[in-house]
Every structure is written in structure tokens, then in C-alpha cells.
């Protein structure tokens, strides 16, 4: 969540020491209300290209400059510039409805000329699994893990072809059409991107050097919003909103607390400018005054689960633990299918030290692993909660099954043994312990065939 901005890991694209001051930093977060909108927004065209919208996801990276991309299979990945810069929500939508061309045309990322297979893989699985890494809930990153590879073989493993580009073009152009929704966001976004073009390539953002834009795709871009008879189809008035409480939000979490206070001023009393004031005076810390902005915004949205959520986190990572499950609770309360949320939740009541509340810490905390699968700090936090509950053998499960998502195959078949030892040894956990074992092995077998190779 970046409501509690969770800057999950710190990516070091700097394997080969001669590059290492070339060293470049990407963040990974999370956010329950950026990830819904963004997911919101795609799914009528997830559903155009055959795709199921919730196999689908979604990844955001703190970075300034605008990118998006997909890699490992139904994973896009948005650059949180890419998204502040976005003026509408045609914008945005228009890269997503690209960039799942890229997926339903089966543009697999691969560059056997740059890069042996072997070395692919590995960048991936780093990529994707540090993407499913999680860090406390106190704002700061975690940790760094360090990438085979330089910067500018992630940009060639990233890369599409020009033919991939028109074709991806062409996919988008027929999924807007189908889901009668305007293609003119796109091609603002290309005008957007026409500036980039006359700048050296240092000075370029990623989306022009992984996603080669001509005017042969500009040209039939702009023709078929000349011809379609939904170009000119409004964005429905919420999802305008969503899209401006999204860029205040990223923009009030990312930037100096002074910038937001300079861009979203007093005088403007919108939605999106009260959110971003109230971020930003958290963020100082003005606590007091946060909670009084926040709260305005309750009083006038009582079912909005962020602004609940939000006053939550306020509340945690301002030593007023207890103070903050009631917020957290009601969030749940009106989403209660967000992992995310329920990560908060349970994370509070446990972290509370009122023993009352542990089993509910349990329930909250196995749906959200239920919710989110690879959610390494989730099942960390449920190992905490049974742990406390004198629940051994759960614990140790959860144990192993956030030491794989880690990578950690000894404390992953250490936690899944004595699990075995612990817990009855029949039903689905039962089976789920012998696959952690199984793929704790499988994957030390594909690490050792990994170091051959290098």
C-alpha cells in the first residue's frame, strides 16, 4: 500500500564491475487504490483481448520516468511517472490497451541476441520476485538485491520490435473499439512522446527506447481515431476522479511534502487536492493536522476505504498502534477483497499486543495470502500471528512458504519439515507442505544449472 508506501525492493542493475557507478534504482510499491483504479481502468480491455482480467498483474515501480512494459507472461509493469504524467484517463488507458497487445499477440520478451536464455530467465525471475518481496510497514525500503545484468540489457530484454509495436498498435486500436472506448488517449500519449524523439538517447525516457515510436505508427494511430465513432465517447465522470486521486496520491507520496503543499494549494478544495494536502502533512510530520484533513475527507466520504485506510496508517507509524485498527477495520469492512488492506489490518491487531485480537489477525492475514499468493510480507506477518498464538506448525508453514517466495531454499525446506513434523499430516496444508519441498529442490536444481551457465 502506498499508503504506506511500501518501497519493497531496491533493484542494482550492476553485475559486471566495470558499470557499477552505473548502478540504476528502481522501487517497487504498493498500493491498494492505485492497483484497483489501474485494474478498474483495464479491465473491459483485458476482456476485449480474451484475457482474465485477474490473472492479470498489475506492478508499479518508483520511477520518474515514463515506462511501461510487460515481462514474464501477464504482468505489466507501470512506471509511477508514467501515471502522474498522464493527463486523463484515456492516457493511461491507452498505454494499458497497447501494452496488453503486447501480451495477447504473444510478444514473448526475449532477446537471444543480447542475452543467452539462461541469463533471461534470471533477470525475470529477479525481476518478478522482487516484485512479490515485501518490507515493514515504516515507509523505507527493505533491502537490495543484486541483478545479473546491466541497466542497458534490461532495456534490450524489455524491447519490442517495430513490427511488435504496430501490431500491439493495431490489437489496442480493435480492443478500445470493442469496449467502445476512445482512442484519442493514446494517441495524446504518442504526442507526448514526439518530444522525446529529438533528445539524445541518455535523455530519453524508457517508453521511447524499449517501445520505438514512427510516424508510420502515429499516422494510423491518429487515422483510426479520425474514423471511429468513439473517439469522441466521454470517460465516465468517477473514473476522471479516480484518475486524479491516483496522480495526487503518487505525487503527495513521492515528492517533497512542500511540492504537494505548493502544487495542491488551500484554495483548491477538491477531492484529489485535500487528499494530497493530507498526505503531504503526514508525510511532514503534522500529525495533528493530518488527521484533521483526513477526517474531513471521511465526514464527506464515509464509505470511501481509503481515506479510512489511509487515516489508519496515519495513526500506525505515529505510535498510536491501537488507535489504528478501528480505521483499518472499517477500510476492510468496505473492501474487504483487498489483500492489501487486510495485510494492514491484520498487521495492527497484531503489533496492538491485545491477544484478543490475534485470531482475527488470522483470519485477515490468511485471506490476504489467499488474495495475494506471492505476497512474501504478508505471509511473514501471518508466521508473527500464529507465533504469538502458540500455532507452531502453522507458523512454521507460513515460514516456508515466505522463505520461497524469497529465494531462501534451506529456511524454506528447514520451516516446511517442521511443519510436516507439527501439523496433521493430511489435507490441503499437508499437500501444500510437500510442494514447498518439491519446489524448494526444483528450484536449487535450476540455480545450480543457472551457475554452470555463468
Known amino acids: ?12 542493475f550492476a553485475l559486471f564491475a566495470p558499470q557499477a557507478q552505473a548502478q540504476a534504482q528502481r522501487q517497487f510499491i504498493r498500493d491498494a487504490e492505485v492497483e484497483n483504479t489501474i485494474r478498474i481502468f483495464g479491465a473491459p480491455i483485458f476482456q476485449a483481448a480474451g484475457l482474465d482480467p485477474a490473472a492479470i498483474r498489475i506492478l508499479l515501480i518508483s520511477d520518474p520516468t515514463l515506462n511501461a512494459f510487460v515481462a514474464g507472461g501477464q504482468n505489466i509493469f507501470f512506471h509511477t511517472g508514467l501515471i502522474i504524467r498522464t493527463e486523463n484517463p484515456g492516457q493511461l488507458i491507452g498505454v494499458m490497451a497497447h501494452e496488453t497487445g503486447h501480451i495477447a ?3 514473448l520478451i526475449r532477446n537471444s541476441d543480447a542475452m543467452s536464455n539462461a541469463s533471461t530467465e534470471a533477470i525475470l525471475g529477479m525481476l518478478l520476485g522482487a516484485a512479490a518481496g515485501a518490507v515493514a510497514k515504516n515507509g523505507q525500503a527493505a533491502g537490495a538485491v543484486m541483478m545479473g545484468g546491466q541497466d542497458i540489457a534490461m532495456r534490450n530484454l524489455l524491447a519490442f520490435s517495430r513490427s511488435q509495436e504496430q501490431q500491439a498498435d493495431q490489437m489496442a486500436m480493435r480492443f478500445l473499439d470493442d469496449t467502445h472506448e476512445s482512442a484519442k488517449g493514446l494517441l495524446e500519449f504518442f504526442e507526448i512522446l514526439g518530444d522525446q524523439e529529438v533528445l539524445v538517447s541518455a535523455r530519453q525516457d524508457p517508453y521511447v527506447r524499449t517501445h520505438p515510436l514512427t510516424r508510420d505508427r502515429v499516422a494510423f494511430v491518429r487515422e483510426h481515431v479520425e474514423g471511429s465513432p468513439y473517439s ?34 488551500e484554495t483548491d478544495t477538491s477531492i484529489e487536492a485535500r487528499y494530497a494536502r493530507a ?15 483526513i477526517d474531513s475527507l471521511i465526514q464527506d466520504r464515509p464509505q470511501d476505504p481509503y481515506f479510512w485506510e489511509l487515516k489508519g496508517q496515519m495513526l500506525f507509524e505515529n505510535a498510536h498502534v491501537v ?16 489483500a492489501l488492506l487486510r ?22 492475514l490468511s485471506v ?9 510480507f504478508a505471509w511473514q506477518q501471518l508466521a508473527v500471528a500464529f507465533g504469538h ?21 534451506s529456511e524454506a525446506s528447514f520451516h516446511a519439515n517442521k511443519a510436516e513434523e507439527l501439523l496433521p499430516k493430511q489435507g490441503p496444508i499437508w499437500l501444500r507442505i510437500q510442494d514447498i519441498k518439491q519446489q524448494a529442490s526444483q528450484v536449487r536444481a535450476s540455480q545450480e544449472k543457472g551457475r554452470k551457465w555463468w
Open 368 to 376: 490476504a495470502v489467499h488474495l495475494d499468493p506471492e505476497d512474501r
Open 105 to 107: 499477440g504473444g510478444h
Open 1 to 12: 500500500m502506498l499508503t504506506r508506501i511500501f518501497l519493497l525492493v531496491t533493484f542494482v
Open 232 to 265: 469522441e465517447q466521454p470517460w465516465p465522470p468517477e473514473w476522471v476522479e479516480m484518475h486524479r486521486r491516483i496522480k495526487a496520491k503518487l505525487f503527495a507520496f513521492l515528492e517533497p511534502p512542500i511540492k504537494t503543499l505548493l502544487r495542491y494549494k
Open 343 to 364: 495485510l494492514g489490518l491484520g498487521q495492527s491487531e497484531i503489533e496492538s499486543e491485545d491477544t484478543a485480537l490475534l485470531p482475527d489477525a488470522e483470519i485477515n
Open 323 to 338: 488507535d489504528s485498527v478501528e480505521p483499518y477495520k472499517k477500510a476492510v469492512t468496505l473492501l474487504p477483497d483487498s
Open 389 to 409: 498464538d502458540n500455532k507452531e506448525g502453522m507458523a512454521s508453514y507460513a515460514l516456508a512458504e515466505a522463505a520461497l517466495l524469497g529465494g531462501k531454499l
Open 279 to 293: 498526505i503531504a502533512l503526514y508525510r511532514r510530520p503534522d500529525l495533528d493536522g493530518a488527521l484533521k484533513a
